[in-house]
């Protein structure tokens, strides 16, 4: 039996207005990971693709676009969960002999004008029952629970800053990220507020860009030369805590132990966290869930760990969604492609030192004010 | 698009709006077991029963809020500071709302609201006045 090994990352210039259409995006996406991996597009029988833009049947009209004959198709439709979810399926695929080269993309091109948008239709749910609110999007729900994290528990803005100030550092490292200045705590907590307690640096900038990820069967995996990756377990759950209006009682928990016993790596094997970042709270909340620390003690959690780089827990190492920009759908692949690049010991100047397990986590959808789609997975460096 | 031109707007919530233009909170509630859920639904999510309308104390408490500047597009610009809340009913359900009126920034967590009719198609709240939480 085949087994899954991830072989390239490959990713578009991200761009902040006026840029490509998302098909150029996508293609360059594709064309870097194949080129990376030393694969020709016919050498590709699988494709993922999860885009908030393309309408019904996106993947396979992406295909046709490209001129890709496929046996094996992944449409992502879990929001910013869809990338780490496509990851599990592809490793699955291969396992079972259905493809050979899954090729997974994702990425949008959003401004922030059509990514406002979109949040009256994002889901029938959103558009019904909180647009007419004037809800402010996706910042107003998660103002909601970052407010009722403090509330709770007693977490503090300056401590949710002190994760979106190292994330811009790594980011300044990464010439693919859109924000090229430093960002200080007075900076972040000075910014002005767009739902409070949820100020301009809590909030990510829609924009335009495209991941791209590469799993072959082992066999062509060792042909290529490269350096490759072990996709160790994948997991995802949908619609947790069905009552709740919130994502603050969670998701990530209902898979986290799971997820570590099957990969056989305990929380202090993971070298580096790549975690969905569309705001600091949730970071703080994924790093409670998957047993970083114990609920509630996220923030706190930020503040005594150092989670740069050259840190102890290093999360987000190429600057996130939050200093990268937030490209729709591949916001749920730039850490996943980051994870890549740092185990494969080509990040460049944002390399973490001897990187061997990396936790990569999805979440999104976001409806009746939570995030549907939570995912995970370990991957690891093939030793 | 217009602030209450939404394409997903169903026939099926109709008594939601209704209710809105004349100051009720309606919501649903389970004629098998009971669940009041948080948003309309076809059936209930609790055990798939059918659910009959009713109207509802339209009393809760705020369970968190936040203060919007900066609305998702500019038909709700005149409405800025808008306090969106997550609310808990008196029913049971965590309903997300909005908390209108003059004195809408005293909103705190624990606060007693009511339904009022705002400018919003659906229900919106009112703080009670001196029940402060």
């Given at each position: 039996?085949?087994?899954?090994r ?18 150029w995006?996508?293609?360059q ?5 194949l ?36 046996r ?28 050979r ?19 009256d239709?994002f ?36 401590q ?74 994948t ?28 990969a056989?790596v ?60 937030q ?57 | ?28 509630r ?6 009041v859920?948080?948003?309309?639904r ?45 609310i ?41 006045p001196?029940?402060?939480?």
């Amino acid at each position: 039996m085949a087994e899954p090994r991830i072989v390239a990352w490959g990713e578009s210039t991200y761009e902040k207005r006026d840029g490509h259409a998302l098909y150029w995006h996508l293609w360059q996406a594709a064309k870097s990971t194949l080129e990376r991996a030393g694969l020709d597009k016919d050498d590709v029988d699988g494709l993922a693709l999860s885009s908030f833009m393309l309408g019904p049947g996106n993947v396979i009209t992406f295909a046709e676009h490209l001129g890709m004959n496929l046996r094996w198709a992944e449409q992502g439709a879990y929001g910013g969960a869809s990338v780490v979810i496509a990851l599990g399926k592809a490793a699955d695929a291969i396992r079972n002999g259905r493809a050979r080269a899954i090729l997974i993309l994702s990425g949008d091109a959003f401004t922030v004008a059509s990514h406002d948008a979109m949040l009256d239709d994002f889901t029938p749910t959103m558009g019904a029952y909180l647009a007419p609110h004037g809800f402010g999007g996706a910042n107003g729900v998660f103002a909601l629970v970052q407010r009722q994290h403090q509330h709770r528990h007693g977490s503090r803005r300056d401590q949710f800053g002190q994760l979106a100030v190292r994330q811009r550092g790594h980011a300044l490292l990464n010439p693919n990220a859109l924000f090229k200045v430093p960002l200080t705590l007075d900076d972040y907590l000075g910014a002005r507020p767009i739902c409070e307690p949820l100020g301009l640096y809590d909030c990510v900038m829609p924009c335009s860009g495209a991941h791209g990820v590469l799993v072959v069967a082992d066999d062509i995996a060792r042909s290529l030369g490269r350096p490759s990756l072990r996709i160790l377990a994948t997991r995802e759950a949908h619609n947790s805590y069905p009552r709740a209006s919130s994502s603050l009682p969670g998701s990530f928990e209902q898979y986290a132990d799971e997820l570590f016993a099957e990969a056989g790596v305990g929380r202090a094997d993971v070298d580096l966290c790549e975690l969905y970042d569309d705001y600091p709270v949730m970071v703080a909340i994924q790093l409670e869930r998957y047993g970083f620390c114990g609920h509630g003690e996220g923030a706190a959690f930020i503040e005594a760990t150092d989670t740069t780089i050259h840190g102890e827990l290093p999360v987000n190492t190429g600057g996130g969604q939050l200093s990268c920009g937030q490209s729709g759908a591949g916001g749920g692949g730039i850490g996943l492609s980051h994870a890549i690049q740092q185990l494969q010991v080509e990040a460049g100047a944002w390399q973490v030192a001897g990187a061997e397990v990396g936790l990569v986590s999805g979440f999104g959808l976001v409806s009746y004010g939570k995030g549907l789609c939570s995912s995970a997975t370990l991957i690891a460096s093939d030793a | 698009m217009s602030a209450d031109g939404h394409k997903s707007s169903r026939s099926f919530d109709a008594p939601l709006r209704e209710g809105a233009a004349r100051g009720a909170l309606m919501l649903q509630r389970c004629s098998a077991c009971g669940f009041v859920p948080n948003f309309p639904r076809i059936a209930c999510p609790a055990c798939l029963g059918e659910l009959d309308w009713f109207e509802a104390s339209g009393r809760g408490r705020v369970e968190t809020f936040t203060v919007v500047h900066r609305p998702h597009h500019h038909d709700y610009d005149g409405h800025v500071p808008i306090v969106l809340a997550l609310i808990a009913l008196e029913e049971g359900a965590e309903l997300i709302s909005t908390v209108v009126g003059a004195d809408r920034l005293e909103t705190g967590i624990g606060a007693a609201v009511r339904v009022t009719h705002g400018w919003s198609t659906l229900p919106q709240f009112e703080l009670v006045p001196g029940s402060d939480a």
